[in-house]
């Protein structure tokens, strides 16, 4: 009888500590994955923040990574895309093949200088690569197949 009593105590507490040992051990064998991910993480990261930072960003903005329809929306949309000061329409190809014939420098040109009722850069402050982007999406939506302009460096 009391030996009985004493195995139906012992068997499930040795059961009990067997499962808590292994899942301790499993949890012991996560959490050094994950800090060893982390660390790894960590390494990745110093690497790549000094490439974004010399490659493609300028005072922690994106500017010089702006397609061309990211340009056209932010500064050109306003006259292009109604046509208001006379502006010539997106993807209107009537008004922009004339303009199209006469090249993607002159056309890079207009928008850099300004022409007529645009301003310099439609007005606002952006670098060469990012006008010009914004000119050939204008363009090719109006029937040129110009390419866009590789990010200045
Ligand atoms: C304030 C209104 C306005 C904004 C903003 C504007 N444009 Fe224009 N754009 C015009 C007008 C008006 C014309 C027609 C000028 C003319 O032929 O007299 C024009 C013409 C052009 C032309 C044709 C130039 C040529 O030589 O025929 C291009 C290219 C152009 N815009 C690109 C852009 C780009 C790129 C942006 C954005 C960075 C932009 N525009 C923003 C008003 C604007």
């Known amino acids: 009888m009391l030996v009985t ?30 800090v ?4 790894l993480a960590k390494r990745i990261q110093k690497i790549g923040s000094v490439e ?14 702006r397609s061309g329809e990211d340009v056209y929306k932010a500064q050109c949309s306003t006259c292009h895309a109604t046509g208001a000061a006379g502006a010539p329409k997106l993807a209107d190809a009537g008004a922009w093949g004339p303009r199209i014939k006469s090249g993607l420098d002159a ?14 850069q439609g007005g606002g402050d952006l670098d060469d690569a990012e006008v010009a982007r914004g000119v050939v999406y204008l ?15």
Do not use: W
């Open 5 to 34: 009593v004493f195995l139906s105590f012992l068997i499930p507490i040795g059961f009990i500590a067997a499962l808590v040992s292994i899942s301790v051990s499993s949890a012991k064998v996560e959490v050094s994955a994950d």
């Open 139 to 153: 363009a090719n939506a109006g029937g040129a197949k110009f390419a866009e302009p590789k990010p200045s460096k």
């Open 52 to 65: 974004i930072r010399g490659a493609a960003y300028e005072g922690g903005t994106a500017k010089q990574a």
């Open 36 to 39: 060893a991910e982390k660390m």
């Open 107 to 120: 056309l890079v040109t207009s928008a850099m200088k300004g022409k007529g009722n645009m301003p310099a």
